[in-house]
């Protein structure tokens, strides 16, 4: 995370957050605005061009939320929250606007760094993993073959299984909603039925993961969804 050219825009109504946030940043190599309003936010994702934009939900002119679905009416840079709100509905709301991620305070500086790392990441392989072949762990999932291998061995996945890893696959490092993978792989009908995500979830762990129990990558976020960690 040295790139001198990287830029972010923290949108924040905490003078202290903010200003911890760009040391931090600074500290490695980035290029730090700061907003206390939404609007100035807005303002300076219109005219700085950044490369990732870090939200609270909470700001004294507009909520958060609000905030990511103007943003993401005109662009898809990463956009990670980072706020004190907690529930499961907020963290919903904010993922289903358009944010690719989402971090409670207090926070730990080296999650979010590692986070901002993953979306800067997957924005310069172009937004979605495009390359034939995707790798983590010991897994490999050739996309043009569909085809997964685990540690040289082929995997055989159900259509369901190969489906839902691939929205994963495709959006490395973002959390993705019950209700996205649901309408993404059974369709829009089946949005609410949590339990079949949680079967086939199950299945694709215990076929990747190299301990099921404790998985290393298809990680879940409480009450919220799942994401894909790891992938190279």
Same mark, same amino acid.
């Given at each position: 995370?040295?790139?001198?050219?990287?830029?972010?825009?923290?949108?924040?109504?905490?003078?202290?957050?903010?200003?911890?946030?760009?040391?931090?940043?600074?500290?490695?190599?980035?290029?730090?605005?700061?907003?206390?309003?939404?609007?100035?936010?807005?303002? *300076?994702?219109?005219?700085?061009?950044?490369?990732?934009?870090?939200?609270?939900?909470?700001? $004294?002119?507009?909520?958060?939320?609000?905030?990511?679905?103007?943003?993401?009416?005109?662009?898809?840079?990463?956009?990670?929250?980072?706020?004190?709100?907690?529930?499961?509905?907020?963290?919903?709301?904010?993922?289903?606007?358009?944010?690719?991620?989402?971090?409670?305070?207090?926070?730990?500086?080296?999650?979010?760094?590692?986070?901002?790392?993953?979306?800067?990441?997957?924005?310069?392989?172009?937004?979605?993993?495009?390359?034939?072949?995707?790798?983590?762990?010991?897994?490999?999932?050739?996309?043009?073959?569909?085809?997964?291998?685990?540690?040289?061995?082929?995997? *055989?996945?159900?259509?369901?299984?190969?489906?839902?890893?691939?929205?994963?696959?495709?959006? $490395?490092?973002?959390?993705?909603?019950?209700?996205?993978?649901?309408?993404?792989?059974?369709?829009?009908?089946?949005?609410?039925?949590?339990?079949?995500?949680?079967?086939?979830?199950?299945?694709?762990? *215990?076929?990747?993961?190299?301990? $099921?129990?404790?998985?290393?990558?298809?990680?879940?976020?409480?009450?919220?969804?799942?994401?894909?960690?790891?992938?190279?």
């Amino acid at each position: 995370m040295s790139d001198p050219t990287v830029t972010v825009v923290v949108i924040d109504d905490d003078k202290y957050i903010r200003r911890f946030l760009r040391a931090h940043l600074e500290a490695g190599g980035m290029t730090v605005f700061e907003a206390q309003t939404g609007a100035q936010g807005l303002a *300076h994702a219109a005219t700085r061009l950044p490369d990732l934009v870090i939200v609270d939900l909470s700001l $004294p002119d507009m909520d958060g939320i609000d905030v990511i679905r103007e943003l993401r009416s005109w662009s898809a840079i990463p956009v990670i929250v980072l706020s004190a709100r907690s529930s499961e509905d907020d963290k919903v709301a904010a993922l289903d606007a358009g944010a690719d991620d989402y971090l409670t305070k207090p926070f730990g500086l080296p999650e979010l760094t590692a986070r901002i790392r993953a979306h800067l990441r997957r924005e310069a392989s172009g937004g979605r993993v495009g390359a034939p072949q995707v790798q983590f762990g010991l897994v490999t999932v050739d996309l043009g073959e569909r085809k997964v291998v685990r540690d040289s061995r082929i995997v *055989h996945l159900s259509p369901i299984e190969y489906r839902l890893l691939t929205a994963l696959v495709r959006n $490395p490092g973002r959390v993705l909603t019950h209700q996205q993978l649901l309408g993404e792989v059974w369709g829009p009908a089946q949005t609410d039925n949590h339990h079949y995500l949680r079967i086939y979830m199950g299945h694709l762990r *215990h076929k990747l993961e190299r301990d $099921p129990a404790r998985p290393e990558h298809i990680i879940t976020e409480s009450g919220v969804g799942y994401r894909l960690v790891g992938v190279r």
